[in-house]
């Protein structure tokens, strides 16, 4: 079964500073890949997808991920946080699956960000 | 356009006992996930259904059960509630069952079994 590894559970950082949350999967079929936020008291959210072509994925906000296929990896980046992106962060990762496609998700454990003044 | 919604908004049960939680998708949505999101853990998938017919379902027992409605409304029904239920419930649907369609989140019911 796929699984979703999130190593950083929780991390802080000053306006400003750059931001790299890691993200990495196991399933060796091709996948489609996907990072949600939920801020404070708001739904979950999508943040990017990435389907196929270019592995460098734009999303709202000013992040971006980048998918590297031999790593297993779908890291999300933003260059200068701030403070209103303290939010909890959740990859996840869908499998072409079920009668139809499906799209059921698995998700990581998450990493709850704390962006300081 | 009306989003996800999900009702109640919370909700407090007792071991043993029966829950109904209801989830009203987006306009013209026809594919609606059930996830469970304990504290501290991701979203977990429990079944998705695809125009009222059950379309996969996670590691969850069968006292986990749903409905999808002709107007693609959804039920989650639990049975014999344990301490170990207790979570965020999460409503998501999306336009088609294919896997490239974005899935729309709702706000979720928080349950409590005491």
């Known amino acids: 079964a796929q699984s979703v590894s999130q190593h950083n559970h929780h991390v802080i950082l000053s306006e400003a500073a750059s931001l790299e949350l890691g993200c990495n999967y196991s399933?060796?079929?091709?996948?489609?890949l996907f990072w949600y936020v939920q801020y404070p008291g708001q739904h979950l959210q999508l943040l990017l997808k990435?389907?196929?072509?270019d592995p460098l994925v734009k999303g709202i906000k000013g992040f971006e991920a980048e998918f590297i296929k031999s790593k297993f990896s779908f890291n999300l980046r933003k260059p200068s946080v701030q403070w209103s992106d303290t939010a909890e962060y959740f990859c996840?990762?869908?499998?072409?699956w079920g009668t139809g496609g499906g799209n059921k998700l698995t998700f990581g454990t998450g990493t709850q960000l704390k962006v300081e003044l | 356009e009306t989003g996800v919604t999900q009702s109640p908004t919370h909700l407090i049960k007792t071991r043993g006992q029966q829950v109904t939680l209801r989830c009203s998708s987006q306009?013209?949505?026809?594919?609606v996930s059930w996830y469970q999101q304990a504290l501290g853990q991701g979203p977990q998938f429990i079944f998705q259904?695809?125009?009222?017919?059950?379309?996969g379902r996670g590691n969850f027992p069968p006292r986990f059960s749903g409905l999808q409605f002709p107007n693609y409304s959804s039920e989650l029904n639990v049975n014999a509630l344990e301490l170990d239920d207790s979570a965020l419930y999460l409503c998501?649907?999306?336009?088609?069952?294919?896997?490239?369609?974005?899935?729309?989140f709702g706000p979720g019911t928080r349950l409590t079994v005491l």
């Open positions: 990435y389907f196929s072509g």
């Open positions: 306009s013209g949505h026809n594919t």
């Open positions: 399933y060796g079929g091709t996948v489609n």
């Open positions: 998501a649907s999306s336009l088609a069952v294919n896997s490239y369609n974005e899935q729309f």
């Open positions: 996840a990762v869908n499998l072409a």
């Open positions: 259904y695809y125009r009222e017919e059950e379309n």
